[in-house]
């Protein structure tokens, strides 16, 4: 792809000789000799490359520079070509955004090797931003596409969910083997539900997540979580157990937000747990915070690995759903002024562990 280059000259012997240098070099090039001409020629069709006289019939191409944007980081690239050669004028030229400045009697080497570099450059920056204007449309394509399917997958879920919960409470299902198979699809359609939820939070970069601070008792809410988890019970022996400190039984807090906090995490850890395993959780008081911490006995954390458990974003690829659920947790503590970890359990395991604010009045 051949670079278009304005020339604004008006010398007519100068302008013809760059006009024929240049053409022959390859390049489409557009010739005016005043300031005018320039104006419509150059707003007609924006060129990669102005080769721009200083002194003009009608004007100047300073004033030309400024009126074009090219100071405040306009596409066209500029080269000033002028009989003045004083500092002062090349720190004024270099200042409105030109990329180069060539004295005359211009060198034609010199400025064939001159012109090849910065229209390159621009037909590059050009491509670049090409792609990546691609990209980003690509990417909000995507992001749309995927907001629409998670909200679209959550209203017949709530009804799922309502239907297992009313078959459940008013008795329509007796026998125990099935009554066990309700309870682990409850506890199914809950944990998707949390995953959409995460994803929605994630995908608006924090914008939905709304933080209601009220009372909150800490103990009922850990005291759901244990159900929750119930179908890991029955299939994998594995158990959650839980205590609270009297000292911080309550805390200005999010209800939703630390349940949910609690679940992503209970969750991780179950699924790290080995069989017949207990993971426990507690919440304990620390330096005027309260510290929940969520421990299991699996295999633990590389420590290469540690510092990006919680990542800040939800990465362009994963492999793990569970990286969803850790993204929020990370947009959750932060959003309730907390900050969130991973660390080695003695004897061997993780300890995921969050701090949060007690509030001024924490029992």
Not at 219 to 244: H, M, Q, T
Request: aromatic share 6%; charged share 20%; glycine share 8%.
């Amino acid at each position: 792809m051949s670079a278009n280059i304005l020339i604004v000259e008006d010398d007519e012997e100068f302008q013809q000789y760059l006009s024929m240098t240049l053409t022959k070099a390859g390049y489409h090039v557009a010739v005016t000799g005043t300031a005018r001409a320039a104006r419509d020629s150059f707003h007609a069709h924006p060129p990669d490359l102005v080769l721009l006289d200083i002194e003009l019939p009608d004007g100047n191409g300073i004033e030309l520079c400024r009126e074009w944007g090219l100071d405040q980081g306009g596409g066209s690239r500029v080269i000033f070509l002028t009989g003045y050669g004083d500092a002062s004028t090349r720190i004024k030229c270099f200042g409105l955004g030109a990329q180069d400045f060539i004295p005359k009697p211009v060198n034609v080497e010199e400025l064939l090797a001159r012109v090849r570099v910065h229209a390159a450059n621009k037909l590059s920056q050009d491509e670049l931003l090409r792609r990546n204007q691609e990209l980003e449309l690509h990417a909000q394509v995507r992001q749309a596409t995927t907001d629409l399917i998670v909200h679209d997958l959550r209203n017949p879920l709530s009804t799922i969910k309502g239907t297992l919960a009313m078959t459940r409470k008013r008795g329509l299902i007796s026998d125990a083997v099935y009554v066990g198979l309700l309870g682990s699809a409850e506890s199914a359609a809950e944990f998707m539900t949390l995953m959409l939820n995460d994803l929605l939070d994630l995908s608006s970069g924090g914008k939905r997540l709304q933080v209601e601070i009220t009372r909150v008792e800490v103990a009922p809410i850990l005291a759901r979580l244990p159900a929750l988890f119930d179908s890991y019970k029955r299939n994998c022996g594995i158990s959650l157990e839980y205590s609270v400190a009297p000292s911080v039984a309550c805390l200005n807090t999010d209800r939703k937000l630390l349940f949910r906090l609690l679940a992503n995490l209970s969750l991780a850890a179950v699924r790290g747990s080995p069989r017949n395993a207990a993971v426990h959780l507690d919440c304990a008081p620390t330096e005027g915070r309260a510290r929940f911490t969520v421990a299991d006995r699996g295999p633990g954390i590389p420590d290469a690995d540690k510092a990006g458990i919680f990542p800040s974003q939800l990465p362009s690829q994963f492999k793990d759903s569970s990286v969803v659920g850790m993204a929020f947790c990370r947009m959750a503590v932060d959003a309730l002024s907390g900050k969130i970890w991973a660390e080695d359990q003695p004897g061997g395991g993780t300890l995921y562990r969050f701090e949060l604010p007690t509030g001024p009045s924490a029992l």
